[in-house]
């Protein structure tokens, strides 16, 4: 699983250009991780329902109007996971772009946020100051985020329910014969197929 662990969190004031909109210019704060920016506009965020949109349009401020750029949050391990919104995305069928993850997420992963750096985003924004406010990561969803990062697509894609291919493993490190493949592919396939909450899910951080 492909996991960026923030260590710092910083606001930085920026100026939105709406004038194409015939809203003129207007200043706002950004966040940015570990030098990355993760919301482009704090107070146009939209926190009604899951997924949130991170960034939003920059020559309007509307939510909705930028395709992509959503996340689902949860909770895992004291902090919060800024993931993919799947759910979001299974439902969009085809067009699965209207709900896709911000660019962050291909650069450097789903962000999780603990510690200092989540103390530093709530104490800005209310939002985040209770994880447990947010659903917590479930087996299937880390099963789901395992697929999502896997090289040469090892693990299928998305929307394909995460499924071993066999083909495109070579070798395993331990076990002999199809041991490895075996019991991986099991895993995968109960996790997959879990709808449980939380249970048994260790803290899947790196």
Not at 167 to 173: L, V
Request: charged fraction near 25%; proline fraction near 6%.
């Amino acid at each position: 699983m492909s996991l960026w662990t923030v260590e710092r969190v910083e606001f930085r004031r920026r100026e939105l250009d709406f004038t194409s909109s015939e809203q003129g210019r207007r200043m706002t704060t950004s966040v940015v991780a570990d030098g990355t920016e993760i919301i482009n506009a704090l107070d146009l965020i939209d926190d009604e329902g899951d997924p949130i949109q991170t960034i939003v349009c920059e020559q309007c401020g509307f939510t909705g109007c930028k395709r992509g750029n959503h996340v689902s949050i949860r909770h895992l391990d004291g902090g919060l996971l800024f993931m993919p919104a799947f759910e979001a995305m299974a439902d969009a069928g085809s067009d699965m772009t209207e709900y896709g993850p911000p660019y962050f997420v291909s650069q450097r992963g789903s962000a999780f946020l603990r510690g200092g750096a989540l103390s530093a985003l709530a104490s800005r924004v209310p939002l985040f100051a209770d994880p447990q406010r947010w659903p917590a990561l479930t087996m299937r969803e880390s099963a789901l985020l395992l697929q999502w990062a896997a090289p040469t697509r090892v693990l299928g894609e998305f929307p394909d329910k995460p499924r071993l291919r066999e083909e495109a493993i070579s070798a395993a490190s331990h076990g002999k014969g199809r041991e490895a493949y075996d019991a991986l592919g099991a895993a995968i396939e109960a996790s997959s197929g879990s709808l449980a909450a939380g249970i048994g899910v260790e803290p899947l951080v790196p």
